[in-house]
């Protein structure tokens, strides 16, 4: 079955062509070109992937929230409220670490800035289908030694169901090698996703991270490759 894919973007020459090339590639593709009605179908439907503009037109959005403001940041963050767990691309002319932060804290998984190569979007899209846990109904997933984490409030419970206290950058740090389990997550990608832009990583302090979820889920859990980073085992 042809993946679905949900699309948000006002710029009707892009959007034509985003849509044509990836249905020409197998893919099932709703188009929306502003936040309210991408809110009631996102709401409505399960799109396997969304593809979202950041600065997008409101429609009508009051209807849905009268606090609401209108960007893709805002329609990510309402749909992952809603429990909708399926990966998120962002499309963004935004260049500010502060902007790129307030994206991944909406809940969405990559970032592409504009102008980009079609190709580089066709690889990002399939390299997100092709983890499995987004595809499962519950947003709760089952890690090494039984525990479940669950990848919307990013918390982690033990196999009696009781919570085991993370600290910040545990859950992130967890949530993002999570996300991107089976492959080796760079050291400069975690100190990005992971800290604040008005923070400093250092090695150490990520060392110590690593190894407190290696004492929960198992020495196994997560490997490390001089290099490439650390990675999560699928």
Request: aromatic content about 10%; proline content about 3%.
């Given at each position: ?5 949900l ?28 936040v ?6 996102g ?5 396997d992937l ?48 502060s ?12 970032y ?13 899209i ?21 525990v ?6 990013k918390t982690?419970?033990s196999p ?49 991270y ?25």
């Amino acid at each position: 079955m042809a993946a679905k894919l949900l699309l948000v973007e006002d710029d009707v020459l892009l959007s034509s062509m985003l849509t044509s090339i990836l249905q020409e590639k197998g893919f099932s593709v709703c188009l929306c070109e502003d936040v309210q009605s991408a809110m009631e179908v996102g709401y409505e439907e399960h799109f396997d992937l969304y593809i979202f503009d950041v600065k997008l037109p409101s429609g009508d959005v009051q209807k849905v929230d009268s606090s609401l403001e209108s960007n893709g940041f805002t329609l990510l963050r309402y749909l992952r409220e809603a429990g909708k767990t399926s990966p998120a691309i962002m499309l963004t002319s935004l260049a500010q670490a502060s902007d790129v932060k307030e994206g991944f804290e909406s809940g969405c998984d990559d970032y592409i800035r504009k102008p980009f190569d079609v190709e580089e979007l066709l690889l990002r899209i399939n390299s997100l289908l092709k983890r499995p846990f987004y595809h499962q109904d519950s947003p709760t997933i089952t890690l090494h030694n039984g525990v479940r984490f669950d990848c919307i409030q990013k918390t982690l419970y033990s196999p009696q169901g009781e919570l085991i206290a993370l600290t910040n950058k545990e859950r992130e740090l967890l949530a993002l090698l999570v996300q991107k389990r089976g492959q080796f997550v760079s050291q400069d990608e975690i100190f990005e996703r992971v800290w604040s832009y008005d923070e400093t990583p250092t090695s150490m302090a990520l060392r110590v991270y690593v190894k407190n979820l290696r004492k929960i889920l198992g020495k196994e859990s997560i490997i490390t490759q001089r290099f490439c980073g650390y990675c999560y085992k699928a």
